[in-house]
């Protein structure tokens, strides 16, 4: 993978890559159509990454369909595939590990400790590894993006994060790998979260600005639903995923929410109009 990277690069080649963990679904195609626009060469890891799993969390069972996903990579267009096995990235003797501090202790952080460690040591390699000029990711996974973003600014890495938006389908749910674990009452039941989302915002265009009364919002949609059970529900600022009382500025409403025994997560990115404005822009 180095020596095809280096070789792109002597080539002038853009390099775009995008890193996964396979199970691709359409917002991963979404993100290779992205980079297609940008990079003359587009290039896609597929890693699922043991050290952001926790020791009870699906590292056994998450989803492995490397034929599957080559295939679709190949007829969206992708250049090359990076599929390291876990000795290869974490040799024996492995122990350094980056941690963003400030961002990584709260919301998903404390509900999957050292997850973020993970991710953000994983990332590094692999932009170390390939050392594209953009590297593609979604905006569902919103703080891990913030987090990247932070460590390749922090570390001077030389690649532009780029940020994608959400893919859903067409009831609104957010595309996930995870979302094969559900059963059917479960899938149907898991709308419940962009509906959520859907009602604060619409407080928002209301012109309702409390957090606080936009988060009682938020829960009172999610616990209306049997078979949800809120991890968490915030309003937070979009820069330091701290509460916000008031939204005046850029912020995120994330969620966290068990449907049965999987963990589904979402967002919506809300930001002024113009900086000062009380006119919002929503992003869902």
Known sequence: ??????????????IGLIPTMGALHEGHLAL?????????QVMTSIFVNPKQFGPKEDLAKYPRTFEADAKNLAAAGVDAIFAPEPSDVYPDGFRTYVSVEGLSERLEGRSRP????????????????????????????AQQVRIISQMARDLNLGTE?????IVR?????ALSSRNTYLKSDER??????????????????AGVRDALQLQTVLRK?????????VDYAEIVDADTFEPVVRVSRPCYMVLAVFLGKTRLIDNLYI??????SDELLFHV
């Open 271 to 276: 930001e002024p109009v113009n900086p000062g």
């Open 188 to 205: 149907e039941a898991a709308t419940v979260l962009h509906r959520a989302l859907i009602a604060a915002r619409d407080e928002l265009a």
């Open 1 to 14: 993978m180095k020596e095809h990277a280096r070789q792109a690069r002597a080539e002038n080649c853009i």
């Open 221 to 229: 949609v999610l616990q209306a639903e049997p078979l949800a059970a």
């Open 114 to 141: 050292g997850h973020f460690r993970g991710v953000a040591t994983v990332v590094l390699k692999l932009l170390e590894i390939v050392q594209p000029h953009f590297a593609y990711f979604g905006r569902k996974d």
């Open 32 to 40: 290779v159509k992205r980079a297609k626009q940008q990079c003359s």
């Open 161 to 165: 994060i780029v940020v994608c938006p």
């Open 169 to 173: 389908e067409a009831d609104g749910l």
